[in-house]
């Protein structure tokens, strides 16, 4: 599953999209915070919007999974959420992502998947809008994700979606709908990264900086020396 990711390469952005904000390098993207995203009711623009929740209506509590991540063949299944990804599909630019490596019930290492191919990718995602019983309103994301082929299921179940940019046209048209769409993605693929072992703390929302992806030696989830490789 995608808990996590990073954005270092923001600059690089606004060479296809305009962005209104000024906002630095983001080294750790997780559920409730507001990122930004491109979206088909503002499609030359990036938006900032709250993947899987706000911090205030989740309390801190563990966000359930379909709002973080929803597997493409459950969409396909699904009237509600293929209907929504013709009316408010958007995609997510990304250049890396954290994922744990796991060797059994008490042991797991932390990875970071830097991107190699090029500056940033597009992942696809969907949005919605939530509304509570007294009338409060937000917008969240989340990814469309597949199973994990051989490589990627030592690190995770459940791997993202990517959007190849050059057909933008076919992205925004109002005529596409999800089953027109998937011959233009691609889950992202494990050759297109390099690896390595950094420190547990990149679960810390309040850290954001450089030191999350910097590599470490083979630490385990409670920061101690692994004796796993």
Known sequence: MVNRYTLRNISFISKTFKIDENIESIYNAYPTKKLPIISLDNKDNVNFEYWGSTDKFSKNNTLANRLINVDLNKAKKSNIITNQFKIDRCLIPCDGFYFWKTYSQKEKSPYYF???????????????????FSGNRFRYFYFLTQKSNEKWKKFTLNIPLVFDIRYLDIWFSNN????????????ISFDDFNFYTVSPYFENNSKNDISLINPSKNLNQYGNYSLFD
């Open 176 to 187: 596409t709908s999800l089953n027109k769409i998937i011959s233009f993605i691609n889950p």
């Open 114 to 132: 830097n991107f190699i191919k090029d500056k940033l990718i597009y992942c696809v995602g969907i949005r919605e809008t939530f509304e509570d």
